[in-house]
């Protein structure tokens, strides 16, 4: 079993940065992937950002690619999101996930077994 807990996220103005963190525990996890998903109200949850473990591959949805940055780590063994120039359709609660397995569709919620608890980035204009 894995264990992931969230910190970061917050409210900000449009165009400013905000940093999400994703720290894993339990069973060592050597080898999967860590993805972000999003949920705006009303809305399906929609993949954001994965990285293989390691950082040897990213994934990012064409909505985030070149303002959105997954990265691992080592020293606190998190997982990061730094996300740069932010807009308001970017608001919506952001969790992380966690995938023991390869995927080949890191970005599709339905393979990953472990779920952070969530957390709020509202972006206002």
């Known amino acids: 079993q894995l264990q992931l807990v969230q910190s970061g996220g917050g409210s900000v103005v449009s165009g400013e940065s905000l940093r999400l963190s994703c720290g894993v525990s339990?069973?060592?996890?050597?080898?999967?992937?860590i993805g972000w998903f999003r949920q705006a109200p009303g809305k399906e949850r929609e993949g954001v950002a994965a990285?293989?473990?390691?950082?040897?591959?990213?994934y990012y949805a064409p909505s985030v690619k070149g303002r959105f940055n997954i990265f691992q780590d080592s020293t606190d063994k998190t997982v990061g999101l730094r996300m740069n120039n932010l807009r308001p359709d970017d608001t919506a609660t952001y969790y992380c996930?966690?995938?023991?397995?390869?995927?080949?569709?890191?970005?599709?919620?339905?393979?990953?077994?472990?779920w952070g608890q969530g957390t709020q980035v509202t972006v206002s204009s």
């Open positions: 996930a966690a995938s023991t397995q390869f995927l080949s569709q890191p970005l599709q919620s339905h393979g990953y077994s472990f």
């Open positions: 339990g069973h060592s996890f050597r080898n999967g992937f």
């Open positions: 990285i293989w473990s390691g950082g040897a591959a990213t």
